[in-house]
């Protein structure tokens, strides 16, 4: 499990930056590792809370030149 967490705090770290950084993302491959993570069957609640929140934003980033709509 403490692997798990591991894995999930550097997740964690790089889609915070990306989603500060619009343009140097790959929004298709953060979102399918952190849907990878999500299928583990040995993270916690509180991970799966975080794994949650960190795929939210990612769907949450505009495309580069795009503006996003509310």
């Known amino acids: 499990m403490a692997r798990a967490n591991n ?3 550097e997740l964690e770290k790089t889609v915070l930056t990306l989603v500060r950084r619009p343009r140097l993302i790959r929004r298709d491959y953060w979102r399918a590792e952190v849907e990878r ?3 583990r069957a040995d993270i916690t609640g509180g991970d799966r809370q975080r794994l949650c929140a ?3 934003l990612l769907g949450d980033v505009p495309e580069a030149g795009l503006t996003h709509v509310n």
């Open 37 to 39: 993570q999500l299928g």
């Open 54 to 56: 960190l795929h939210h």
């Open 7 to 9: 894995e999930i705090g």
